[in-house]
């Protein structure tokens, strides 16, 4: 199982939706972040004075995949939310353990 | 030719009042009418228009505490003006301060004299009732205070903020009230204004005595509170630059009571005014970010909203003696100035001026005084009995009285506020703690917050 933390432009959320959709995956976790990576914040300037704004407001997506179906969403989310231009985001894929359902108590591949 | 022109004299034979009219004067519905607007217009500055200019400006731990002085000096300084302060601007023909004519509204309000009924004075020299005029000035009153406000702002005691004003309403600006409206020292054409007063200057609304006075007045208040903790290597960009568009909107709304409510009747003059008032406010509102566009990149709201009101400030003593096109000229030039005196100069200078107050009410003032010497024509208003104004016209007079009254206003503003802060400092004390400056003043001098969702 793979747990793939997206990090993308919040006008590109419904984007990436549709995409996973599209893919058969159902389910996904959003959050509003803020952050900065290679191209930093940007500036702001009130009455002259210039104040750098260093964490630009981002959203991360947090999917569970198989193993199997892990490459497919990484590549449907980069398709969907890149638009060339800095700050397009991230995307981590890391090994995941194991899942648990609340509600049945199923776990790992059951659960997702 | 010759025809018309004695028609002209009959005319206006038939309206020069008799010596009996001059000695009782009447009552005028119509100007008494704009006069009482004009009053709540002015109040209208304050509260809400000048707390959410200021209030959307500071951080949001402090906006309680800027609306909370401004909704202060509306009730404090209207108790004041209505004891002392009306009588110490307005009493008397003394030249250097008021009397105690009108004291506790004595010869102001309605009285019951026995066998006559009911009896409300009407000003000597103009058409309304002194209770009327006593209102109109008492709004500035109100406001001068409070522009004061945006230079010591996220940091200064309440205690002091209403010690300062009290003293500062009464030791400085009821002095230079009286100077400039009240027939004293720098009254334009009073006996006073002699030497090295130069006639005594023209200041229609009060760039002398609002402006002039407050900014300065701001600058030293500024200096003497000192930085505000983390001022300049910290970010402390405004909270609510939505609330400080929206002030500025109501500030030009009031400012046209302000100005042309100035002429103190419904007449042409104040038709001038408020046309000078408007569209040098616009000219304003266009140059300030029009220099951020091109200097910066991007023109900003704050830039249009602080363009509009360093119009306003720069047209106030001018807007009964201008006419159009000058008007938008020293708009603009105001909004270039203050733009370039709060990005560049307050940044060289290192003072903490939270909000401008000196930068646009200061430096736009002193402007607007110098430009009125500039700019002053007989044709809105012939106060010199036909002899030229302004520079433009001719007239030299003006010009050096508008420069040595903005001297002598300079200089009385700095002493002033110098001497009465230092004994504020060394009593009460002037700035709050450091943890109360942390945690806000919103909190630490009122036991309140702006924003509590849910």
């Known amino acids: ?112 | 030719m010759a025809q018309e022109a004695e028609e002209a004299a009959r005319v206006e034979e038939a309206a020069a009042p008799t010596a009996e009219e001059a000695e009782a004067p009447t009552l005028d519905r119509g100007d008494n009418a704009w006069m009482l607007t004009s009053c709540a217009l002015v109040l209208f500055m304050t509260t809400p228009g000048l707390a959410m200019f200021y209030g959307g400006l500071v951080r949001k731990q402090n906006v309680v505490s800027v609306l909370m002085q401004c909704i202060t000096l509306m009730g404090l300084m209207a108790v004041l003006w209505a004891m002392v302060g009306y009588s110490l601007a307005f009493g008397g023909s003394n030249a250097l301060i008021g009397n105690g004519d009108f004291l506790f509204m004595k010869g102001v309000e309605a009285t019951w004299i026995e066998g006559q009924g009911s009896e409300i004075p009407i000003h000597p020299d103009l058409s309304i009732p002194r209770l009327t005029h006593m209102l109109f000035q008492g709004m500035f009153f109100i406001i001068t205070p409070a522009l004061i406000c945006g230079a010591f702002a996220e940091r200064m005691k309440f205690s002091a903020m209403v010690a300062f004003s009290v003293l500062w309403g009464l030791g400085v600006y009821c002095p230079l009230a009286h100077w400039v409206w009240g027939g004293g020292i720098l009254a334009f054409g009073s006996s006073h204004a002699t030497g090295i007063f130069s006639g005594g200057a023209l200041d229609f609304a009060g760039g002398t005595v609002v402006h002039i006075s407050s900014g300065v007045s701001a600058l030293v208040a500024a200096l003497l509170v000192g930085k505000r903790m983390g001022y300049p290597t910290q970010p402390m960009p405004p909270h609510n630059l939505a609330f400080t568009a929206l002030g500025a909107g109501m500030l030009w709304v009031g400012w046209f009571g302000f100005n042309a409510g100035s002429a103190l009747a419904a007449d042409g003059i104040a038709s001038s005014a408020f046309a000078a008032t408007h569209f040098s406010a616009g000219a304003g509102a266009v140059a300030w970010p029009l220099v951020e566009w091109l200097w910066r990149g991007k023109p900003t709201l704050l830039g249009a909203s602080s363009g509009a009101v360093a119009g306003l400030v720069c047209i106030t003593p001018a807007a009964g003696f201008v006419t159009c096109m000058p008007a938008i000229f020293m708009g603009a030039t105001a909004g270039v100035v203050c733009c370039f005196a709060c990005a560049l100069l307050k940044p060289k200078l290192g003072y903490d001026d939270s909000l401008d107050a000196f930068g646009v009410h200061g430096l736009g003032g002193t402007l607007g005084a110098i430009l009125t010497g500039v700019f002053a024509t007989r044709a809105v208003w012939d106060i010199g009995g036909g002899e030229p104004l302004g520079l433009i016209e001719g007239g030299t007079e003006v010009f050096k009285a508008q420069v040595v009254a903005t001297v002598i206003t300079w200089v009385f503003a700095v002493v002033g506020s110098v001497v009465l802060l230092k004994l504020i400092d060394f009593t009460i004390g002037l700035r709050v703690g450091e943890e109360d400056e942390v945690i806000g003043l919103d909190v630490s001098q009122h036991g309140e917050e702006g924003y509590i969702f849910g």
């Open chain 1, 1 to 112: 199982m793979k747990k793939i933390e997206a990090i993308v432009r919040h006008h590109k959320i419904d984007a990436v939706k549709e995409a996973l959709v599209r893919l058969g995956h159902h389910g996904m976790t959003v959050t509003e972040v803020r952050g900065f990576g290679r191209q930093k914040g940007h500036t702001e300037t009130y009455r002259g004075a210039e104040y750098v704004v260093d964490f630009v407001p981002k959203v991360k997506i947090e999917v569970v995949a198989d193993d199997s179906t892990a490459d497919q969403i990484v590549s449907g989310i980069v398709a969907a939310a890149k638009t060339g231009q800095i700050g397009d985001g991230k995307i981590f894929i890391s090994e995941l353990k194991d899942a648990v359902r609340i509600r049945t108590g199923e776990t790992g591949g059951a659960a997702v």
